[in-house]
């Protein structure tokens, strides 16, 4: 039996990017192997969300959170396993645990944490400690596989670092969770997932990013959403073909595509190599979007708060007591208890 978690911030209403990275592949994964008996943990991670600015009401994006993984296709039943970070005080527990196994030369080559700190006069501690909870986050389940896009996968290789050395020291206490070639075939494809901004396709799509045409918003009109892909960057090549380095603009566009319809990739860029009307390729991908978008919003007015609430109420009960059992396990073994 195995162990498939992942979290995503509830700072704001998400993009595209989210969908399609995270939010889509665990849904995918977790209606494959809740039915076989694996556990399926899905957490909003509250505490790492008050590392930066909160638009809106944290607990209110919280659940509009959820509901987007229960919109996005999500089935329920007893392996699965919904909460939120900050009720599971364990959490914080574990990750001050980590904070003494980590080193500070390790944690400042977390690529996240130099690029939220470059620059700023002061950055607040709780940026640089992001991957030692996001680590408390994952061993606490003994979690084998977390589904996440590209920029996360760094968070990996630490959390299997610190669980590594903290068993050599302490005792076999946690799981290691699966190697980065392990979760990329996991996830069904090539590589880790990265959409790129539309208007600056060298770059990943961000929420952060201000410029409106940039990225797509899961609460965009789907004709809004289809604006924005039919102005997306192309190229003046004049041929469809699939390569990141010449040509990140119409790849983009044959990824988002194949993602949104779960089709190979490989299959698409056949299906499109040597078009040379990019007008073409982008009616297309702006009928898949918008497509994706009215069926995702027509479910998400049908989910209600309640419903929300009481998988909230089951999924914390059972997260504190697995959570907990660990973070006694791993105290017994540094003599706290
Ligand atoms: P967050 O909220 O920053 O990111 C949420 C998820 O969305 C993915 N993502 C993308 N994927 C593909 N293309 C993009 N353009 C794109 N933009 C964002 C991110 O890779 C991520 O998977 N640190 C986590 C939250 C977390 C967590 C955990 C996850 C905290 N603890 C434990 C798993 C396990 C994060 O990045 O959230």
């Keep these: 039996m195995k162990t498939i978690l992942t979290g995503i911030r509830a700072n704001s209403v998400l993009t595209l990017g989210n ?9 995918r994964l977790s209606n494959k192997y809740s039915r076989e008996g694996d556990n399926i943990n899905i957490f ?11 638009e809106g009401d944290l607990a209110e994006n919280t659940i509009r959170t959820l509901k987007y993984y229960l919109a996005a296709g999500l089935i329920i039943n007893e392996n699965v396993h919904i909460y939120r970070q900050s009720r599971v005080p364990a959490h914080a527990e574990l990750c001050w645990i980590l904070n003494c196994t980590a080193t500070m030369g390790e944690m400042s080559r977390m690529t996240q944490y130099k690029e939220k700190s470059e620059g700023k ?8 400690d992001y991957p030692a909870l996001m680590a408390a986050d994952i061993l606490l389940y003994s979690a084998n596989y977390v589904p996440l896009g590209e920029d ?4 990996i290789e630490l959390t299997r670092n610190l669980a590594e050395r903290f068993n050599h020291k302490y005792g076999e206490i946690f799981v290691i969770p699966e190697d980065t070639k392990a979760q990329v075939e996991f996830m069904g494809v090539s590589k880790p997932i990265r959409v790129r901004d539309l208007v600056n396709p ?11 045409n940039s990225k797509i918003m899961l609460d965009d009109t789907p004709e809004k959403a289809a604006k924005k892909i039919m102005s997306a ?13 010449t040509r990140p603009g119409i790849s983009n566009l044959l990824y988002i595509e194949a993602l949104v319809n779960d089709t190979p990739l490989e299959t ?8 040379s009307k990019y007008g073409e390729l982008k009616k297309q991908v702006a009928a898949s979007v918008s497509g994706l978008l009215s069926d995702f919003q027509a479910r998400l007015e049908r989910i209600s708060d309640a419903e929300v609430l009481d998988l909230l109420e089951k999924g914390e ?3 504190n007591e697995v959570a907990n059992k660990k973070l006694h396990e791993a105290q017994k073994a540094l003599h706290l208890r």
């Design 44 to 54: 909003v991670p509250d505490l790492h969300s008050i590392i930066s600015e909160v």
């Design 152 to 155: 996360q996968f760094q968070h």
């Design 233 to 245: 960057t192309t190229d003046s090549l004049g041929a469809v073909d699939f390569d990141f380095e």
């Design 19 to 27: 969908y399609l990275g995270a939010l889509l592949p665990i849904v």
């Design 121 to 128: 006069a002061s950055c607040n501690v709780g940026i640089f």
């Design 317 to 319: 009960k059972y997260a």
């Design 202 to 212: 060298e770059k990943k799509m961000s929420k952060s990013n201000l410029a409106e």
């Design 268 to 275: 698409v860029v056949e299906k499109w190599r040597g078009e």
